[in-house]
């Protein structure tokens, strides 16, 4: 059986997932009766993946066509989560990369593209929906050229293989067709994955080597560590050491071998060269580590990972309803589930915080922070976390930050606004460009600071026809800080339920957050003022009646739902006085100092 490995690239939502969906049907992968036969997005396991509709998690499984064995890398597309793509990427032997044909090459695009050229891998591109009635596949393939010939390596870079595809229906070919309405399978992929693609190169004659790139867990067999085999062979019993580049950790047995098949794993005597595998029996291991023979004692070097540009300060809840919604509310809790997600989540640090109590958790940007503090919250945890904060570095005495590229596409109807907005945020413009549909792409240059809350705004200022999407640029000399301040806050003056009769004169100030009978406390933020000062109102208070009658008044009052926040939204939201409660059940903000007599002292104010 020979080996194929790729990796399958692109930017968010250009059918990445979808493709490999077909891959899995069109090989057999399931029986005809299984339920996967009429699934999408079947590597999107996990349960915020299929909400949101995008791949967080790196993940691998393997197909067969013919006399090939195909181990698919799937890898996320949105810049926040790079780190799983920089983490699996050595894995890889070659490359399908994925291109909207209507969309073309977008900032992501470009980060895996280079990743997977630094790597040294053999391209195959993917020009996906061209079934799509915006569909400009020429404007396609002479940016995706235009884009080879900035990050290419060497000239066979250059010499890239076209494959067209209609994912969603199954369909590819080589040549494009007349219409996409035409018949197809993927065969047409498969033979040029086993023509383009190089076998692993694994030299079975030396001792056993394998970089861990990825740790997985279950119930049954404990700690899995994942990896392409480098060279040699391991059999379950085998002795190996563990090492952190030159260093050798420990010595450990392996107690089993495991192969990908679809999107298990089966038990097998010994690994294949060059194969990606799972071995057991490694309870402290570690990804980054290498597994060796210990005949030769020489690692890898260890994964590298572009580092943090934002961070959080993440503590126990302390509010008046903290600890009444979930399971695990104490800091020691909270800090013994972050280090435990440093072992797979590499892209992320976790430290003290010098400055008070709780933990500073810094992250690629603010969806990666969020979707971490999401899965927490679903798994039984109360925190509360503060405003996301730009990590500044200093370089030859001199103070940086972080700056962005941003693409925005958006019709031509909200240029006007969404220009405004990033003109306050000091953007920089770098290239515009409107399609015949009318719909305009414009790149600009911002600090991430100045970017912090533009994805809140551009949801609210288009009614959600905006797309964006960032590629980190570097770090280079302090900008302007242009961020606006958002108006002030209505803050809840007392601890209690809230009633019709109270909210009734807070919505005459602005929006609310909460609705009748909803739990309120001292300090909490129920609302957004009008104005630019924060205002306390007491939304408890009850209508004194001498009759029934007249106590039956709140039954007429009219009010306004709610304005929701999710909780991306409430990161935005924050202040630097200011905190987000997170419970399973609920989602709060609040200040952090939430007595009024105290907060009201000249040194509290922000």
């Known amino acids: 059986m020979q080996i194929r490995n790729i990796a399958i690239i692109a930017h968010v939502d250009h059918g990445k997932t979808t493709l490999v969906d077909g891959m899995l049907k069109q090989t057999h992968t399931f029986r005809d009766n299984q339920a996967e036969m009429n699934q999408t997005t079947i590597l999107d396991s996990n349960e915020l993946e299929r909400e949101r509709g995008i791949t967080i998690l790196a993940k691998n499984t393997a197909v067969f066509y013919k006399d090939y064995k195909i181990n698919i890398i799937d890898t996320?597309?949105?810049?926040?989560?790079s780190g799983e793509v920089e983490r699996v990427i050595n894995m890889a032997d070659g490359a399908l990369l994925i291109v909207d044909?209507?969309?073309?090459?977008?900032?992501?695009?470009?980060?895996?593209?280079?990743?997977?050229?630094?790597?040294?891998?053999?391209?195959?591109?993917?020009i996906n929906k061209i079934d799509r009635k915006d569909a400009d596949i020429d404007r396609v393939k002479a940016q995706v050229e235009d884009l080879f010939l900035l990050l290419a390596r060497r000239d066979e870079d250059l010499m890239f293989p076209v494959v067209y595809a209609v994912a969603r229906e199954e369909k590819a070919w080589d040549i494009l067709p007349s219409s996409p309405e035409a018949e197809g399978t993927l065969a047409p992929l498969f033979e040029?994955?086993?023509?383009?693609?190089?076998?692993?190169?694994?030299?079975?004659?030396?001792?056993?080597?394998?970089?861990?790139?990825?740790?997985?867990?279950?119930?049954?067999?404990?700690m899995y560590a994942i990896g392409k085999v480098l060279q040699g062979t391991v059999h379950a019993g085998d002795k190996v050491a563990i090492?952190?580049?030159?260093?050798?950790?420990?010595?450990?047995?392996?107690?089993?071998?495991?192969?990908?098949?679809?999107?298990?794993?089966?038990?097998?005597?010994?690994?294949?060269?060059?194969?990606?595998?799972?071995?057991?029996?490694?309870?402290?291991?570690q990804i980054g580590q290498t597994l060796t023979d210990p005949t030769d004692l020489t690692g890898m070097p260890t994964i590298r990972?572009?580092?943090?540009?934002?961070?959080?300060?993440?503590?126990?809840?302390?509010?008046?309803?903290?600890?009444?919604?979930?399971?695990f509310c104490t800091i020691r809790q909270v800090e013994e589930r972050l280090l435990r997600e440093l072992k797979t989540n590499i892209g992320l640090r976790v430290e003290q915080n010098p400055n008070g109590s709780g933990l500073i958790v810094s992250g690629r940007g603010e969806l990666h922070l969020a979707i971490l503090v999401e899965t927490m919250r679903r798994e039984g945890f109360e925190l509360e976390v503060g405003k996301p904060q730009v990590i500044y570095k200093t370089v030859?005495?001199?103070?940086?930050?972080?700056?962005?590229?941003?693409?925005?596409?958006?019709?031509?109807?909200?240029?006007?606004?969404?220009?405004?907005?990033?003109?306050?945020?000091?953007?920089?413009?770098?290239?515009?460009?409107?399609?015949?549909?009318?719909i305009s792409r414009m790149v600009y240059k911002i600090s991430s600071n100045n970017l912090l809350g533009f994805r809140s705004k551009i949801i609210s200022k288009t009614r959600g026809n905006g797309l964006f999407a960032a590629r980190f640029l570097g770090y280079e000399s302090m900008g302007v800080n242009a961020r606006q301040l958002r108006n002030g806050a209505m803050i809840a003056t007392e601890l209690g339920q809230v009633t019709a009769y109270g909210l009734e004169p807070a919505q005459h100030h602005g929006d609310t957050f909460v609705g009748p009978g909803e739990m309120v406390y001292e300090g909490m933020i129920i609302g957004l003022n009008n104005r630019q000062e924060d205002i306390d109102i007491n939304i408890c208070k009850i209508k004194k009646s001498t009759n029934v009658r007249a106590a039956a008044a709140d039954m007429g009052i009219q009010l306004a739902p709610p304005m929701k926040l999710s909780l991306e939204q409430m990161l935005d939201f924050i202040e630097d006085d200011e905190l987000l409660e997170i419970t399973p059940k609920s989602l709060r903000l609040r200040k952090k100092i939430l007595q009024k007599t105290l907060r009201n002292k000249p040194n509290n104010n922000r």
């Open 101 to 126: 044909a209507a969309e073309g090459p977008l900032p992501q695009t470009r980060f895996v593209l280079e990743k997977a050229l630094d790597q040294g891998l053999k391209v195959i591109v993917v």
């Open 192 to 222: 040029k994955i086993i023509a383009e693609i190089p076998a692993p190169k694994a030299d079975t004659t030396k001792p056993f080597k394998m970089l861990v790139t990825n740790i997985d867990f279950d119930a049954f067999k404990g």
């Open 305 to 327: 990972i572009t580092e943090p540009t934002l961070r959080i300060v993440v503590s126990n809840n302390t509010s008046p309803l903290g600890g009444k919604e979930g399971e």
């Open 76 to 81: 996320p597309g949105h810049a926040d989560f």
């Open 243 to 285: 090492m952190n580049e030159d260093a050798v950790a420990e010595y450990q047995n392996v107690k089993s071998v495991f192969t990908s098949k679809g999107l298990g794993r089966v038990e097998v005597p010994e690994s294949t060269a060059g194969d990606i595998i799972a071995l057991t029996g490694l309870p402290n291991i």
């Open 396 to 438: 030859n005495g001199e103070k940086q930050e972080p700056y962005e590229e941003l693409t925005v596409e958006i019709d031509q109807e909200y240029v006007g606004i969404i220009t405004e907005e990033l003109g306050r945020r000091r953007a920089e413009m770098l290239d515009t460009f409107t399609n015949a549909r009318g």
